[in-house]
């Protein structure tokens, strides 16, 4: 049988998670305005998605880029690609461990800086488009 202690415990859970619920149906109401200009504009976010470079473009094993899911992440993204910041735009794209791999390939090659630009181009250029890594910042938010 519950003791009225356990009984005030729940009760006060609840109404935590009653305020929390309602907290959060708040936060999410008052971003609705910034929801409806981006929508009057045709602002969607993009789908990220994965694109594998195999054997066909020297990889093997493959190395698999990815396009970053939350805003955060695209947001760094962003940033890298406007400073022309390669190391970093490729690390966010293919992970740091596939980067030293990358970097290790094309070290010994003379143009290996050359390689590793047209290497984050052609990835941004797959996910966005082609031109989208022509000039710096050519990320999801020059391409909308």
């Given at each position: 049988?519950?003791?009225?202690?356990?009984?005030?415990?729940?009760?006060?859970?609840?109404?935590?998670?009653?305020?929390?619920?309602?907290?959060?149906?708040e936060a999410i109401e008052r971003f609705d305005d910034f929801r409806r200009r981006a929508?009057?504009?045709?602002?969607?976010?993009?789908?990220?998605?994965?694109?594998?470079?195999g054997a066909e473009h020297g990889f093997e094993p493959p190395i698999t880029a990815r396009w970053p899911e939350s805003l955060a992440a695209r947001t760094k993204l962003d940033i890298a690609t406007e400073?022309?910041?390669?190391?970093?735009?490729l690390r966010i794209?293919?992970?740091?461990?596939?980067?030293?791999?990358?970097?290790?390939?094309?070290?010994?090659?003379?143009?290996?800086?050359?390689?590793?630009?047209?290497?984050?181009?052609y990835i941004i250029e797959?996910?966005?488009?082609p031109g989208a890594g022509d000039v710096p910042g050519g990320t999801q938010a020059s391409s909308t």
């Open positions: 049988m519950p003791t009225s202690q356990n009984r005030t415990t729940r009760r006060a859970t609840t109404k935590r998670a009653a305020a929390k619920d309602k907290d959060r149906a929508a009057s504009v045709g602002v969607t976010k993009k789908s990220g998605g994965e694109l594998v470079l400073y022309g910041d390669i190391g970093t735009t794209l293919i992970g740091p461990a596939q980067l030293l791999r990358v970097a290790e390939m094309f070290d010994p090659l003379p143009d290996a800086d050359a390689l590793l630009t047209g290497l984050t181009m797959k996910f966005l488009g």
